[in-house]
């Protein structure tokens, strides 16, 4: 045997479950399965992830009743995994690992790759869900891995609940499910969430990390044109396409205004220094006066930072007329509004009416009207960790708190009191990498520093 042999052999034989089924080749692996098992509402089943990820975590020594397979036998296909492990200190309340196994939905025919393969190529890792959200979920899977095969109890309890629907408005979602039938199952002092993160500027600096504690509501609206249509040949004023065209294009380019609650206000606050000179100053302005229109058109050439400005409405989906030869008697197309705060689904859809300024079109709100986000307080039995560790992994690297633009699961958890934290952690580009989009994608070198910061984390808030 050689002395590379001998060396090798010699760490093996020290921490042999650990090094063997728990390093960086064996998270690539789990990774790797998440994305390529398909899991989106139309062609996908997430049960068939979690049942996936429970073979995983009994091979690496939990027992049966420690995970827990649940799924609605109406929605078999949308099933979801809770998992636990106990601490040593009975007294010390449990935290929640939280993520969700469902992906939007993408078509080969639009992508560059086969989004339900995971493709490495120059530095980045490609594929539908890369990013949102089996990045973190693959990780927290990956940690309570690690942590049982280590064969140290934290202190206390840890819990894993990776669940389906968080992607849909209609369909079953696995996380209200668990809370208000199996509470128990996830009972914690807190939960760690996605919706937090860091951000990298476009030459790929880390600019800041990100704790979510709030984020919008998300509020879908019906828009429908009706018309008597008739013979194309003879083509009139009142199209019902034309109508509904208008209408989208009004929403489209309507500007809502800027507005700051204390969330986002110490957020502008902590990133103006961090930013470019002309864009920082801009922010303070924007801070001072919201209403400065030029200040609000610098910050705003963000996407990300407009969206957290202001309520945004923008089409989703379209669907018209009924024949070639005929004109559309009925157009119609979902609008997705993400509110800022404290506003009031019912005055949205008054000031979209007047947006529009069209009363062929009708608007109607559709259902459901989701929770309003419960913003946790800014613990800092856990704010401060987060900062602490990030100053190991990523020194200089401010850490903030954010309101996100998106919507998640903590509007379901959060009302059983358990306070839900998004983690930061993975460092995103500034064109946000393509989630919910084409050709979804994320650094190969975020993802895994993203393991070693959460790592650190989750065993530090778990003592």
């Known amino acids: 045997m050689t002395l590379k ?10 921490t042999p479950a650990l090094a063997q089924t728990s390093g960086e080749a064996a998270f690539r692996s789990l990774y790797k399965e998440m994305v390529e098992t398909d899991t989106s509402i139309t062609t996908g089943s997430c049960t068939v992830a979690a049942e996936k990820l429970a073979v995983r975590l009994k091979a690496a020594g939990y027992a ?39 992906v939007v939905v993408a078509k080969r025919e639009d992508w560059t790759r086969d989004p339900y393969v995971l493709i490495e190529e120059n530095g980045f890792f490609y594929g539908r869900g890369t990013v949102d959200d089996k990045s973190q979920a693959a990780i927290f899977t990956d940690i309570l891995i690690r942590l049982k095969q280590a064969g140290k109890a934290p202190k206390r309890t840890i819990k894993l609940a990776l669940t389906c629907g968080e992607e849909t408005t209609w369909a079953f979602n696995g996380a209200d499910w668990l809370a208000k039938n199996r509470p128990e199952l996830i009972a914690a002092e807190f939960a760690l969430n996605e919706g937090g993160g860091g951000r990298l500027s476009p030459d790929g600096k880390r600019q800041g990390l ?56 110490a957020y502008f606050s902590g990133i103006a220094p961090v930013l470019p000179p002309a864009y920082g100053a801009a922010i303070t302005r924007l801070l001072a006066n919201p209403a400065d229109a030029e200040a609000n058109a610098i910050v705003s050439q963000d996407p990300t930072n407009h969206s957290v400005l202001r309520t945004t409405c923008v089409a989703t989906t379209i669907e018209a007329g009924h024949a070639e030869n005929a004109l559309a008697q009925r157009a119609s197309a979902n609008v997705n ?56 992994h990523f020194p200089g690297v401010p850490v903030l708190s954010m309101m996100s633009t998106g919507a998640t699961d903590a509007i379901y958890i959060a009302p059983i009191g358990i306070p839900v934290y998004g983690a930061p952690g993975l460092f995103l580009d500034s064109d946000g990498n393509g989630v919910h989009g084409l050709n979804e994608r994320v650094r190969v070198d975020s993802l895994m520093r993203a393991r070693d910061y959460l790592m650190d984390l989750v065993t530090t808030l778990a003592g």
Do not use: W
């Open 210 to 265: 990100a704790v979510q504690v709030g984020e919008k509501t998300v509020q879908n609206y019906i828009l429908t044109a009706t018309n008597p249509g008739g013979h194309s040949s003879v083509p009139r004023p009142d199209n019902a396409i034309t109508d509904l065209s208008r209408a989208l294009v009004a929403i489209n380019v309507h500007e809502f205004p800027v507005q700051f609650n204390d969330t986002t206000r």
């Open 64 to 102: 049966d009743d420690a995970i827990t397979l649940f799924a609605d036998a109406k929605f078999p296909k949308e099933g979801g995994i809770v998992a636990v492990l106990p601490g040593k200190d009975k007294k010390a309340k449990a935290m929640l690992l939280l993520g969700h196994l469902d």
């Open 337 to 392: 509004c993400r509110m800022f705060p404290g506003t009031d689904p019912e005055a949205l859809k008054a000031i979209l009416g007047s947006i529009i300024g069209n009363t062929r079109v009708g608007i109607t709100l559709k259902l459901p009207v989701r929770p309003v986000a419960v913003a946790p307080p800014l613990n800092p039995a856990v704010i401060g960790p987060m900062k602490a560790v990030a100053a190991k």
């Open 5 to 14: 042999a001998l060396l090798l052999a010699a760490v093996l034989s020290a």
